[in-house]
């Protein structure tokens, strides 16, 4: 079977993003997972390295930029910035959507958090979150760009996402079950199923 694995550069004004993924390091398989996050926010990492680890991914990212501004336009434009050259690397790395399950829904619990999130790989990019997330910050990361980081990297992976927390009381319980239920739905998204059919009655994706 053909790696499923990609590299790829994102450059702006304001940050500059490294990423290489490998969709098949799941346990048993035989590439061994590796896992490196250096965004330069630290729950921020934390999410993306939760992402890649229940998703039976290997992620690398590497970012650079101007943190020091002001909260909006860096970590703003980090996260956006992120979860494009994430969505990126993970739509070329994943090839054509074809002999995978191309649906995949996760639950994922977290103490009193519980989130669902369901995934469509299917060239519609869509993205609907609930996350009912109440603290300004957690960590250094502003709340209220958590739906972004979901949002762009469903548009840019060519996904249509919905991400709902069902329940929590804690916004890092709820905003960390968001990306485990996220990881959850693409592993079983991308599973292959053994046959070389595209997942559509259209016969293209």
Same mark, same amino acid.
């Given at each position: 079977?053909?790696?499923?694995?990609?590299?790829?550069?994102?450059?702006?004004?304001?940050?500059?993003?490294?990423?290489?993924?490998?969709?098949?390091?799941?346990?048993?398989?035989?590439?061994?997972?590796?896992?490196?996050?250096?965004?330069?926010?630290?729950? +921020?990492?934390?999410?993306?390295?939760?992402?890649?680890?229940?998703?039976?991914?290997?992620?690398?990212?590497?970012?650079?930029?101007? +943190?020091?501004?002001?909260?909006?336009?860096?970590?703003?434009?980090?996260?956006?910035?992120?979860?494009?050259?994430?969505?990126?690397?993970?739509?070329?790395?994943?090839?054509?959507?074809?002999?995978?399950?191309?649906?995949?829904?996760?639950?994922?619990?977290?103490?009193?958090?519980?989130?669902?999130?369901?995934?469509?790989?299917?060239?519609?990019?869509?993205?609907?979150?609930?996350?009912?997330?109440?603290?300004?910050?957690?960590?250094?990361?502003?709340?209220?760009?958590?739906? $972004?980081?979901?949002?762009?990297?469903?548009?840019?992976?060519?996904?249509?996402? $919905?991400?709902?927390?069902?329940?929590?009381?804690?916004?890092?319980?709820?905003?960390?079950?968001?990306?485990?239920?996220?990881? +959850?739905?693409?592993k079983q998204a991308i599973e292959r199923t053994g046959g070389d059919d595209i997942p559509s009655t259209k016969g293209v994706l």
């Amino acid at each position: 079977m053909a790696a499923r694995t990609a590299t790829i550069s994102r450059k702006t004004n304001e940050t500059q993003i490294e990423v290489s993924i490998n969709l098949d390091c799941t346990p048993g398989s035989k590439s061994a997972q590796v896992i490196e996050i250096s965004t330069g926010i630290g729950f +921020l990492d934390h999410m993306y390295h939760a992402l890649a680890k229940h998703g039976g991914m290997s992620l690398t990212m590497k970012c650079k930029g101007d +943190l020091w501004i002001d909260d909006h336009h860096t970590a703003d434009e980090y996260c956006k910035d992120s979860a494009i050259a994430l969505g990126t690397a993970f739509k070329q790395a994943l090839g054509e959507v074809r002999g995978i399950r191309r649906y995949g829904t996760g639950f994922a619990p977290l103490d009193e958090a519980l989130s669902r999130a369901v995934i469509d790989i299917c060239s519609r990019p869509y993205c609907v979150t609930d996350l009912g997330l109440k603290r300004e910050k957690i960590g250094d990361l502003s709340t209220e760009m958590i739906p $972004h980081i979901f949002y762009s990297f469903a548009i840019a992976s060519g996904a249509t996402l $919905h991400v709902d927390v069902l329940r929590g009381e804690n916004d890092h319980h709820r905003s960390e079950s968001a990306f485990k239920a996220l990881a +959850l739905a693409i592993k079983q998204a991308i599973e292959r199923t053994g046959g070389d059919d595209i997942p559509s009655t259209k016969g293209v994706l």
